[in-house]
Protein backbone atom coordinates (compact mmCIF):
# COMPACT_ATOMS: atom_id res chain seq x y z
CA UNK A 1 0.00 0.00 0.00
CA UNK A 2 1.42 3.53 -0.87
CA UNK A 3 2.21 5.63 1.79
CA UNK A 4 3.47 9.00 3.14
CA UNK A 5 6.42 10.13 1.30
CA UNK A 6 8.68 12.91 2.04
CA UNK A 7 11.35 14.69 0.66
CA UNK A 8 14.78 15.35 1.89
CA UNK A 9 15.01 12.66 4.23
CA UNK A 10 17.75 14.47 5.64
CA UNK A 11 18.61 17.90 5.38
CA UNK A 12 21.91 20.20 6.96
CA UNK A 13 21.57 23.78 6.67
CA UNK A 14 23.21 26.61 8.49
CA UNK A 15 21.98 28.91 11.42
CA UNK A 16 20.07 32.13 9.30
CA UNK A 17 19.00 29.79 6.58
CA UNK A 18 16.03 28.67 4.93
CA UNK A 19 14.59 25.26 4.48
CA UNK A 20 11.61 23.30 2.34
CA UNK A 21 10.18 20.23 3.53
CA UNK A 22 7.44 18.47 1.42
CA UNK A 23 4.93 15.86 2.15
CA UNK A 24 2.98 13.81 -0.18
CA UNK A 25 0.14 12.34 1.49
CA UNK A 26 -1.83 8.71 1.25
CA UNK A 27 -3.49 8.70 -2.17
CA UNK A 28 -7.52 10.24 -1.30
CA UNK A 29 -5.90 11.38 2.06
CA UNK A 30 -7.37 15.06 2.46
CA UNK A 31 -5.56 16.24 5.18
CA UNK A 32 -2.17 16.38 6.56
CA UNK A 33 -0.21 17.18 9.68
CA UNK A 34 3.30 18.62 10.56
CA UNK A 35 4.70 17.49 13.44
CA UNK A 36 8.48 18.08 15.17
CA UNK A 37 10.37 15.68 17.43
CA UNK A 38 13.45 17.11 18.63
CA UNK A 39 16.23 14.16 20.27
CA UNK A 40 13.94 12.26 23.11
CA UNK A 41 11.41 13.85 22.79
CA UNK A 42 7.37 13.05 21.50
CA UNK A 43 6.26 14.95 18.34
CA UNK A 44 4.75 17.62 18.67
CA UNK A 45 1.45 19.21 16.50
CA UNK A 46 2.81 21.80 14.55
CA UNK A 47 0.41 22.96 11.91
CA UNK A 48 -2.38 21.21 9.95
CA UNK A 49 -4.29 21.72 6.60
CA UNK A 50 -7.88 20.20 5.31
CA UNK A 51 -8.81 21.02 1.41
CA UNK A 52 -5.63 23.20 1.38
CA UNK A 53 -7.28 25.10 4.16
CA UNK A 54 -5.00 25.48 7.32
CA UNK A 55 -7.43 23.49 10.04
CA UNK A 56 -5.38 23.98 13.08
CA UNK A 57 -2.25 25.34 14.15
CA UNK A 58 -0.08 24.24 17.56
CA UNK A 59 3.30 25.39 18.78
CA UNK A 60 4.84 26.39 14.84
CA UNK A 61 7.36 29.23 15.40
CA UNK A 62 6.34 32.59 13.69
CA UNK A 63 9.52 31.89 11.27
CA UNK A 64 7.56 28.75 9.67
CA UNK A 65 4.52 28.95 7.02
CA UNK A 66 2.92 25.55 5.93
CA UNK A 67 0.72 25.40 2.91
CA UNK A 68 -1.19 22.61 0.92
CA UNK A 69 -1.55 22.57 -2.66
CA UNK A 70 -4.49 21.63 -5.35
CA UNK A 71 -2.96 17.46 -5.44
CA UNK A 72 -2.97 17.97 -1.51
CA UNK A 73 0.51 17.86 -1.25
CA UNK A 74 2.17 19.86 1.63
CA UNK A 75 5.03 22.32 2.09
CA UNK A 76 6.66 23.58 5.57
CA UNK A 77 8.83 26.58 4.97
CA UNK A 78 11.08 27.08 7.91
CA UNK A 79 13.27 30.37 7.52
CA UNK A 80 15.77 32.12 9.47
CA UNK A 81 16.89 28.34 10.79
CA UNK A 82 18.22 28.24 14.71
CA UNK A 83 20.27 25.77 16.26
CA UNK A 84 16.81 24.45 18.13
CA UNK A 85 15.25 24.15 14.83
CA UNK A 86 17.33 20.56 14.71
CA UNK A 87 14.41 17.80 14.82
CA UNK A 88 13.01 15.35 13.14
CA UNK A 89 10.21 16.48 11.15
CA UNK A 90 6.88 14.23 10.70
CA UNK A 91 4.38 14.59 8.33
CA UNK A 92 0.71 12.91 8.31
CA UNK A 93 -2.42 12.61 6.72
CA UNK A 94 -5.90 11.16 7.17
CA UNK A 95 -8.92 10.62 5.35
CA UNK A 96 -11.54 13.06 6.83
CA UNK A 97 -14.14 10.62 6.52
CA UNK A 98 -12.30 7.79 8.48
CA UNK A 99 -14.10 7.85 11.74
CA UNK A 100 -11.04 6.60 13.92
CA UNK A 101 -9.01 9.62 13.10
CA UNK A 102 -6.32 7.05 12.21
CA UNK A 103 -3.40 9.39 10.89
CA UNK A 104 -0.39 7.31 8.73
CA UNK A 105 2.93 8.66 9.25
CA UNK A 106 5.79 9.41 6.94
CA UNK A 107 9.61 8.94 7.24
CA UNK A 108 10.15 12.05 8.01
CA UNK A 109 13.09 14.15 7.10
CA UNK A 110 15.56 15.49 9.45
CA UNK A 111 16.92 18.78 9.41
CA UNK A 112 20.10 19.36 11.34
CA UNK A 113 21.19 23.01 11.98
CA UNK A 114 24.90 24.16 11.98
CA UNK B 1 -6.63 21.06 26.55
CA UNK B 2 -6.07 17.33 26.37
CA UNK B 3 -3.01 15.55 27.80
CA UNK B 4 -1.41 11.96 27.45
CA UNK B 5 1.25 10.50 30.29
CA UNK B 6 2.79 7.42 30.09
CA UNK B 7 3.69 6.00 33.58
CA UNK B 8 7.31 4.56 32.63
CA UNK B 9 9.97 6.07 30.76
CA UNK B 10 12.20 3.30 30.31
CA UNK B 11 11.61 -0.47 30.62
CA UNK B 12 13.98 -3.13 30.43
CA UNK B 13 13.15 -7.32 29.90
CA UNK B 14 13.98 -10.07 28.60
CA UNK B 15 12.59 -11.94 25.90
CA UNK B 16 9.54 -14.17 26.35
CA UNK B 17 8.45 -11.34 28.92
CA UNK B 18 4.97 -9.64 29.44
CA UNK B 19 4.77 -6.56 28.94
CA UNK B 20 2.42 -4.19 30.17
CA UNK B 21 2.65 0.20 29.22
CA UNK B 22 0.69 2.43 30.94
CA UNK B 23 -1.12 5.57 29.32
CA UNK B 24 -3.58 7.86 31.21
CA UNK B 25 -5.09 11.10 29.57
CA UNK B 26 -7.08 13.53 30.33
CA UNK B 27 -9.97 15.06 28.78
CA UNK B 28 -13.24 15.28 29.51
CA UNK B 29 -15.07 14.42 26.14
CA UNK B 30 -15.18 11.52 23.98
CA UNK B 31 -11.46 10.50 22.60
CA UNK B 32 -10.04 8.28 19.57
CA UNK B 33 -7.38 6.43 21.33
CA UNK B 34 -3.94 5.23 19.47
CA UNK B 35 -0.25 3.19 20.11
CA UNK B 36 2.19 4.06 17.86
CA UNK B 37 5.47 2.40 17.89
CA UNK B 38 9.25 3.81 16.60
CA UNK B 39 11.89 1.71 15.58
CA UNK B 40 15.00 3.00 16.03
CA UNK B 41 15.72 5.23 13.70
CA UNK B 42 12.38 5.01 11.85
CA UNK B 43 9.40 6.52 11.63
CA UNK B 44 5.97 5.95 13.71
CA UNK B 45 4.22 3.34 12.90
CA UNK B 46 0.15 2.87 13.61
CA UNK B 47 -0.04 -0.35 16.39
CA UNK B 48 -3.71 -0.07 17.34
CA UNK B 49 -6.26 2.16 17.65
CA UNK B 50 -9.53 2.51 19.47
CA UNK B 51 -12.73 5.12 18.84
CA UNK B 52 -16.14 3.21 19.43
CA UNK B 53 -16.75 -0.34 20.29
CA UNK B 54 -15.12 -3.45 21.66
CA UNK B 55 -12.83 -1.43 24.22
CA UNK B 56 -9.87 -4.60 24.36
CA UNK B 57 -8.37 -4.03 20.94
CA UNK B 58 -5.96 -6.15 19.14
CA UNK B 59 -3.51 -4.73 16.99
CA UNK B 60 -0.56 -5.64 15.05
CA UNK B 61 2.47 -7.53 16.07
CA UNK B 62 0.74 -9.24 18.49
CA UNK B 63 0.00 -5.93 20.67
CA UNK B 64 -3.75 -5.65 22.42
CA UNK B 65 -4.82 -2.71 24.34
CA UNK B 66 -7.65 -2.17 26.87
CA UNK B 67 -9.65 1.02 26.95
CA UNK B 68 -11.08 1.56 30.96
CA UNK B 69 -12.99 4.99 30.44
CA UNK B 70 -13.47 5.12 33.85
CA UNK B 71 -10.16 5.49 34.68
CA UNK B 72 -9.01 7.06 31.34
CA UNK B 73 -6.40 4.68 30.88
CA UNK B 74 -5.50 2.79 27.56
CA UNK B 75 -2.86 0.21 28.45
CA UNK B 76 -0.47 -1.65 25.82
CA UNK B 77 0.00 -5.52 26.42
CA UNK B 78 2.03 -7.97 24.64
CA UNK B 79 2.13 -11.75 26.53
CA UNK B 80 5.75 -12.64 25.27
CA UNK B 81 7.89 -10.09 23.79
CA UNK B 82 10.97 -10.48 21.60
CA UNK B 83 14.27 -8.94 20.97
CA UNK B 84 12.77 -7.24 17.54
CA UNK B 85 10.05 -5.11 19.88
CA UNK B 86 12.74 -3.50 21.09
CA UNK B 87 11.72 0.21 20.17
CA UNK B 88 9.53 3.99 21.41
CA UNK B 89 6.23 3.44 22.34
CA UNK B 90 4.23 6.45 22.38
CA UNK B 91 0.80 6.89 23.61
CA UNK B 92 -1.45 9.24 21.52
CA UNK B 93 -5.31 10.92 21.63
CA UNK B 94 -7.17 12.88 19.32
CA UNK B 95 -10.65 14.59 20.37
CA UNK B 96 -13.17 12.22 19.48
CA UNK B 97 -16.19 14.84 17.82
CA UNK B 98 -13.48 17.22 16.65
CA UNK B 99 -10.93 15.09 14.88
CA UNK B 100 -7.90 16.74 14.74
CA UNK B 101 -4.09 16.66 16.25
CA UNK B 102 -2.45 13.98 17.87
CA UNK B 103 -1.32 14.30 21.68
CA UNK B 104 0.92 12.11 22.16
CA UNK B 105 2.70 11.11 25.62
CA UNK B 106 6.01 11.11 26.83
CA UNK B 107 6.73 7.68 25.08
CA UNK B 108 8.10 4.65 26.39
CA UNK B 109 11.53 3.08 25.77
CA UNK B 110 11.57 -0.77 25.82
CA UNK B 111 14.62 -2.51 25.53
CA UNK B 112 13.52 -6.57 24.97
CA UNK B 113 17.31 -8.41 26.32
CA UNK B 114 17.67 -11.13 24.04
Known amino acids: AAGVIQSPRHLIKEKRETATLKCYPI?????VYWYQQGPGQDPQFLIS???????DKGSIPDRFSAQQFSDYHSELNMSSLELGDSALYFC?????????????FGPGTRLTVL | AQSVSQHNHHVILSEAASLELGCNYS??????LFWYVQYPGQHLQLLLK??????LVKGIKGFEAEFIKSKFSFNLRKPSVQWSDTAEYFC????????????FGGGTRVLVKP
Open chain 1, 27 to 31: PRHDT
Open chain 1, 92 to 104: ASRDQADPADTQY
Open chain 2, 50 to 55: YFSGDP
Open chain 2, 92 to 103: AVTPGAAGNKLT
Open chain 2, 27 to 32: YGGTVN
Open chain 1, 49 to 55: FYEKMQS
